[in-house]
T-cell receptor, first 111, second 111 residues
Framework: QQPVQSPQAVILREGEDAVINCSSS?????VHWYRQKHGEAPVFLMI?????EQKGHEKISASFNEKKQQSSLYLTASQLSYSGTYFC????????????FGKGTKLSVKP | DAEITQSPRHKITETGRQVTLACHQT?????MFWYRQDLGHGLRLIHY???????NKGEVSDGYSVSRSNTEDLPLTLESAASSQTSVYFC??????????FGPGTRLTVL
């Protein structure tokens, strides 16, 4: 039931783009994205609800494909501050708020 | 400003001892969650609560218990600490299915 994130790790140069995917084997109601920097707590980025919604946060956006049961996080023109581990958390109908998190994707942005 | 706090931030204990980790939020959120984070596993849900007197088991609840006597607090108890419970523990809260706000974490070592 844990969503699968890919890739597990990615290394970028400043200014490059990246895509992180999150796939579920079960029908999704919502997808949350969080970023965690080393030694810190996860911080919320955005929520997507079923309906093919797309959202943006600075140069970070995400899509939610209900039929494919997956979400993708797009990081455009990456900055050093984007480094960290990105987690998707999936919510299911009737869950009322609790999420199942993927194992994370470690993103390293180099100068 | 509203916040979520955890105490202690670091704890070393011995196998077999009972340990309680505190979580306190001033957001007035109905939902509260406990996760453990281990390398390679991401965030795994231990217990969660949707309101006072409500508690539910998550995916890794064995050896842990919680109680919710008021809106602000959800203490996590390890009945008899085991070395396998050495981990970083995060508490989080949310309003319904909205974003989760995470506490700073407690690093627990069981010797």
């Amino acid at each position: 039931q844990q969503p699968v994130q890919s890739p597990q790790a990615v290394i970028l140069r400043e200014g490059e783009d990246a895509v992180i995917n999150c796939s579920s084997s079960k029908a999704l109601y919502s997808v949350h994205w969080y970023r965690q920097k080393h030694g810190e707590a996860p911080v919320f980025l955005m929520i997507l609800l079923k309906g093919g919604e797309q959202k943006g946060h600075e140069k970070i956006s995400a899509s939610f494909n209900e039929k494919k049961q997956q979400s993708s996080l797009y990081l455009t023109a990456s900055q050093l501050s984007y480094s960290g581990t990105y987690f998707c958390g999936t919510g299911y109908g009737g869950s009322q708020g609790n999420l199942i998190f993927g194992k994370g994707t470690k993103l390293s942005v180099k100068p | 400003d509203a916040e979520i706090t955890q105490s202690p931030r670091h704890k070393i204990t011995e196998t077999g001892r009972q340990v309680t980790l505190a979580c306190h939020q001033t957001w007035n959120h109905n939902n509260m969650f406990w996760y453990r984070q281990d390398l390679g596993h991401g965030l795994r849900l231990i217990h969660y609560s949707y309101g006072v007197q409500d508690t539910n088991k998550g995916e890794v609840s064995d050896g842990y218990s919680v109680s919710r006597s008021n809106t602000e607090d959800l203490p996590l108890t390890l009945e008899s600490a085991a070395s396998s419970q050495t981990s970083v523990y995060f508490c989080a809260s949310s309003a319904n299915s909205r974003e989760q706000f995470f506490g700073p974490g407690t690093r627990l070592t069981v010797l």
